[in-house]
């Protein structure tokens, strides 16, 4: 009986559990707003890498201003401005892409394990996570990029997505595991293990889908965190500067005295890309947040209901 209570409890959860999550990802403003910008930046990243006005590599006169021939100038260099930019969103959302998802796995195994088990494995794995959030990200990056470039001239785009997981994973695991250690001290669960199921059957088939929405919310701000580390690696000249991207950019404009002498069309596109990809990422984080946190969904109910209440006072007051 009890085994027939649990798995249909089970499969009356996710059924409610997914259209309910259907109809809150179609409301969610958040949500929507921050995939239409990602998605925008992701179509103009993509359509950049055929359609260009010259080959970014090309020379002409140096250091000019934007005019009808160079939208936005050249550089030091002579390589026109626009060229490059358009070019150089991919590559950066590439690397962001791949050490994000890669630090995801990572931190959704540690995490889901870490809060299933019990006793000395969750001690070790707690510790493993706590050792890593101690440790700034950074300076960490700082210290791992110099020493593959010191046996490597230049950071290839697997030194980066292994420079970016090192350093980010922790935080997803973190968030995972707290997640986690809550839903393995269920009812439906205990149920479930006294059915005979096996660990990795409740881990992978049971927990792991009420986490969809805290997965999704620790990818876009892993995401956030990649592009900025990235980026940042790059613009102190710890990568390949070889390969355009919006950290390169960033760091001949610097090193070549473009932010000194003030010529905004070369610094200020890249860096406002990555700002508008930064916002896109943090309204879909804020989204997840609130389709994953109940507190915040009663809260945004409790407001409608009191505009809906004003509205119909002013409606009774007028009539």
């Known amino acids: 009986m009890s085994e027939e209570f649990a798995k249909s409890s089970v499969s009356n959860r996710k059924k409610l559990s997914f259209r309910g999550t259907a109809k809150m990802l179609i409301q969610n403003k958040y949500l929507l707003s921050g995939l239409i910008i990602v998605i925008g930046v992701v179509v103009l990243a993509i359509v950049g890498l055929f359609v260009h006005p010259y080959n970014p590599y090309r020379t002409f006169a140096s250091d000019t201003a934007p005019s009808s021939a160079h939208f936005l100038g050249t550089n030091f260099f002579g390589n026109d401005i626009w060229s490059q930019f358009l070019v150089s969103i991919w590559p950066s959302i590439e690397v962001s892409f791949l050490g994000a998802g890669l630090a995801l796995v990572v931190a959704v195994v540690i ?57 980010g994973w922790a935080y997803g695991a973190r968030t995972i595991r707290a997640q986690a250690l809550s839903i393995s001290s269920r009812d439906y669960i205990r149920f479930i293990k006294h059915t005979g199921e096996s660990d990795f059957s409740i881990i992978f ?23 900025l580390l990235e980026t940042s690696l790059l613009f102190l000249g710890l990568g390949n500067e070889t390969v355009i991207s919006l950290g390169s950019i960033l760091y001949f404009a610097n090193t070549y005295s473009g932010i000194l002498l003030g010529e905004w069309w070369w610094f200020i596109p890249p860096g406002l890309t990555i700002a508008v990809i930064g916002v896109g990422f943090g309204l879909i984080s804020l989204g997840l947040d609130t389709i994953a946190n109940p507190s915040l969904r009663v809260y945004k109910q409790n407001k409608k209901k009191e505009r809906n209440n004003r509205k119909a006072k002013i409606t009774s007051q007028i009539k």
């Open 205 to 227: 088939r049971e927990i792991l889908p009420s986490l969809l929405s805290y997965i999704g919310y620790v990818f876009t701000n892993l995401f956030i965190m990649a592009i």
């Open 111 to 167: 995490g889901l394990f870490s809060g299933y088990y019990k006793g000395l494995k969750n001690d070790l794995l707690s510790f493993f996570i706590n050792v890593f959030l101690l440790i700034p990200g950074l300076p960490l990056a700082i210290v791992i990029s110099s020493d593959l470039q010191a046996s490597n001239a230049n950071l290839g785009v697997l030194s980066l997505v292994a420079v970016i997981v090192i350093t």
